[in-house]
C-alpha cells in the first residue's frame, strides 16, 4: 500500500484535508498528516518511509529527500517551488511537481485587499483615494497575473504588463498593454503587482532604481517572494518618497523597520496568505492528490519541474 505524507506548516482548511484523504482512500492508498510543526526535524523523522508527499510553503531541503527511503514523488500544493531542492529529488529519482493555476484567484484577491485597505486609510475615517483611473503594471503575466488583469478592469484600472516569456499578442488578447521593458512598467504604473518567481535571475532585482521611477504614489504589491526585493533599495525609497507605499503577503527581512518607520504607508500580512482560501487550499489540495495517484497508477508526469 503507497503511503502518502501531507506535510503543512500551515494547514489546509478541514474541507480541503477531507477531499485530499478521499482521493487516496478511493485509490488505496494510506495518507499521514503533519500539521503546524515546528521543527524541520519534525519533517525528516515524518518523511522516512512514504512513497509521496504534498507540501506548501514547506522546504523540501536535500536533507528532507535524503531522509525519505522511498519517495518517488513531491507535490507542490501551489505555484512557486522554490522550497524543493530540485537537484537533491533528481539526483535520487524524485519527481517535483506543482499544480499551476490551482490557488491564483485566491492570491490575486487578496492583492487587491491589501490595495483598497492602503488606499483606503486602513479604513481609519480619513479620506483616502480611488482604483478607478489609476494605472497597474502587472511584472509576470502567468496565471495570477491574469486574474489580477481581470478585477483590475474591473475596478476601472488601466491594466499593463510586462513578462518576456508571454507573446505580446497573447497579452493585448486580454485587453492588457504589453510593456517590453520592466524599467518602462515601473516608470508608467503607479501601482506594481509582483508576480514573479523567486530565482537566482529575480532575487533582489526589485531594486532602488526601479521603485524610485515609479509616478507619485507608487505602490508596490507583493504576493510573490520576499526575496525579489532588494530591501536595502526598498528601505531607501521609503524614506527618500513619503508618497511610496509597500503592501506585501510575505514577511520582509526589515519588517520590523518598516513598521517602526513607516506604518501607514506598509501593509504586511500576518502570514502569507494569498493562497489561504478553503477554494484555493481544495483546488491545489485535490490537484496534487489526484496528480500523486495518476503518477503512480498511470505514469503520469504532467506538471513535473525537474525536468
Ligand atoms: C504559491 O506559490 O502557490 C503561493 O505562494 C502560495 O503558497 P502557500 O501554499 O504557502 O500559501
Redesign the pocket.
Known amino acids: 500500500m503507497k503511503k502518502i505524507l501531507i506535510a503543512t506548516e ?1 494547514p489546509f482548511a478541514p474541507v480541503a484535508v477531507e477531499g485530499i484523504k478521499k482521493v487516496f482512500a478511493d485509490a488505496g492508498y494510506e495518507v499521514v498528516m503533519l500539521e503546524k510543526y515546528t521543527e524541520a526535524a519534525d519533517l525528516l523523522k515524518a518523511v522516512a518511509d512514504v512513497d509521496g508527499l504534498i507540501i ?2 514547506d522546504n523540501v531541503t536535500a536533507d528532507v529527500v535524503n531522509a525519505a527511503q522511498n519517495l518517488k514523488i513531491v507535490v507542490r ?4 517551488y522554490d522550497n524543493i531542492d530540485l537537484v537533491a529529488c533528481t539526483q535520487k529519482g524524485v519527481v517535483a511537481m506543482n499544480t499551476p493555476g490551482q ?1 491564483s484567484n485566491a ?1 490575486a484577491e487578496l492583492a487587491f485587499g491589501m490595495m483598497l485597505y492602503n488606499a483606503r486609510k486602513a479604513f481609519n475615517g480619513t479620506s483616502g483615494s480611488e482604483l478607478r483611473g489609476k494605472k497597474i503594471g502587472i511584472h509576470a503575466y502567468g496565471n495570477v497575473g491574469r486574474y489580477i488583469a481581470v478585477i483590475a478592469k474591473g475596478f476601472g484600472m488601466d491594466v499593463y504588463a510586462h513578462d518576456p516569456f508571454v507573446e505580446k499578442e497573447d497579452i493585448q488578447k486580454d485587453d492588457v498593454v504589453p510593456v517590453l521593458s520592466v524599467s518602462q512598467l515601473y516608470k508608467t504604473c503607479q501601482y506594481i503587482s509582483l508576480n514573479v518567481p523567486a530565482n537566482e535571475q529575480t532575487k533582489k532585482s526589485i531594486n532602488y532604481d526601479l521603485l524610485k521611477s515609479m509616478p507619485k504614489g507608487g505602490t508596490l504589491v507583493n504576493t510573490a517572494r520576499k526575496e525579489v526585493i532588494d530591501e536595502e533599495g526598498l528601505l531607501k525609497v521609503m524614506e527618500e518618497r513619503n508618497d511610496f507605499n509597500y503592501l506585501s503577503d510575505l514577511t520582509p527581512d526589515c519588517k520590523d523597520e518598516l513598521l517602526e518607520k513607516y506604518a501607514d504607508r506598509v501593509v504586511i500580512t500576518a502570514k ?5 482560501t478553503s477554494e484555493a487550499n481544495i483546488n ?1 489540495g485535490l490537484a496534487a492528490a489526484k496528480q500523486i495517484v495518476r503518477f503512480f497508477e498511470k505514469g503520469d508526469k504532467t506538471f513535473q519541474v525537474n525536468k
Open positions: 500551515k506548501r510553503s500544493a501551489g505555484a512557486g490557488n492570491v502569507k496568505m494569498g493562497a489561504q491545489a
